[in-house]
Nanobody
């Protein structure tokens, strides 16, 4: 079992930056991939990025260039840097982790981009 807790959300002005964290606990050495999704009000959950244990990454094209994912595999932590924030980035951001065939989710952290 893996437990995930996100932090770092909040209110940010357009054009600003934010760093989100995801702390894993439990069987962290069983984790294969960690990544991020987000869900805006009234919309479906949207994939953003993931990073595998070997350091390979994948980003969704719509935010590529504005976000950077990183991980500390030994500590079981993951980060998401978001730059040049826009009002349409307002969403609940969720981290996830995969372990064999299991998916684990955090509770989400709210990011609001507004002046």
């Amino acid at each position: 079992q893996v437990q995930l807790v996100e932090s770092g959300g909040g209110l940010v002005q357009p054009g600003g930056s934010l760093s989100l964290s995801c702390a894993a606990s439990g069987s962290i050495f069983s984790i294969d991939v960690m990544g991020w999704y987000r869900q805006a009000p009234g919309k479906q959950r949207e994939f953003l990025a993931f990073m595998s244990n070997d350091g390979s990454t994948n980003y969704v094209n719509s935010v590529k260039g504005r976000i950077t994912i990183s991980r500390d595999t030994a500590e079981g932590t993951m980060y998401l840097e978001i730059n040049s924030l826009k009002p349409e980035d307002t969403a609940v951001y969720y981290c996830y982790a995969t372990s064999s065939r299991d998916y684990y989710w955090g509770q989400g952290t709210q990011v609001t981009v507004s002046s």
